[in-house]
């Protein structure tokens, strides 16, 4: 398990803007802090263990995955509760939650400025065939009155060189994909893409209030 946490943290550390420590307790306030990036004045972020991560890994055979909080660095282990086709929900207890396809974020419930939707699936192609490009995407995010807030970015992807993932179940080889989208802002997401297109790992933003979230897959 600690070989796995390393290579966990090496995978993460690629996409740059990740801290070296490491996995949250399945307590539901701190992944509700972790994911809503509460926790400015905290001494220490929230981190899971080793042995927290063979548990959750033991307690069932559903898809897992590591969520970091980049802002604070704040981590949580996020279990999938529901498939649509290839669209996974990964919650927690209260059902706070990630839209996850094929790895990639397309929606969020329960956070606060949630993205509500997303149209990329031009983009998405891109990412999962691992191939340079360019496409339009529209994103819509809840304002602080709860009003949509629609945003249109032009982004184009970038194929790198080639990364070991080796994080809980998943052992695998991937991709490095990067996108870089401009429109009323802009950002940048980075994508460990495995052979047959599922993302392994990541680094997203999902809008202005959540801003970027760091997965990582642990079983799939």
């Given amino acids: 398990m600690k070989r796995h946490l390393i290579g966990l943290l ?28 509460v926790t400015a004045g ?16 033991s307690a069932s055979s559903a898809p897992l995955m590591l969520v970091i909080t980049d802002a604070t660095q704040n981590q949580a282990l996020l279990r999938e509760i529901a ?9 927690t207890a209260q059902r706070e939650a990630l839209i996850v396809r094929d790895g990639i974020i397309v929606a969020s419930r329960g956070l606060g400025g949630d993205m509500m939707s997303s149209v990329q699936g031009g983009l998405e192609r891109l990412v999962r065939s691992q191939s340079n490009g360019a496409s339009d995407v529209t994103l819509v995010f809840l304002d602080g009155a709860d009003q949509p807030d629609r945003r249109s970015y032009s982004c184009t992807v970038s194929v790198g060189g080639q990364t070991p993932v080796v994080a809980g179940a998943v052992n695998a080889t991937a991709r490095i994909v ?14 460990l893409v495995a052979s ?18 760091s997965t990582q897959a642990l079983r799939r």
Avoid: H, M
């Avoid at 981190?47 to 548990?55: F, G, K, N």
């Avoid at 680094?203 to 979230?213: A, D, F, H």
């Fill in 42 to 57: 905290k001494a220490a972020p929230n981190v899971v263990t080793t042995d927290q991560l063979s548990a959750e890994l």
């Fill in 178 to 191: 990067t996108t870089t989208c401009t429109g009323p802002d802009s950002y940048s997401n980075t994508y």
């Fill in 83 to 91: 498939r649509n086709g290839r669209d996974g929900t990964f919650a």
């Fill in 196 to 213: 047959d297109g599922y993302v392994l790992g990541s680094r997203q933003w999902v809008g202005p209030t959540i801003g970027y979230l």
């Fill in 10 to 37: 090496a995978a993460l550390g690629a996409l740059g803007g990740c801290g070296s420590s490491a996995i949250s307790t399945d307590g539901s306030q701190v992944i509700r802090d972790t994911l809503k990036g």
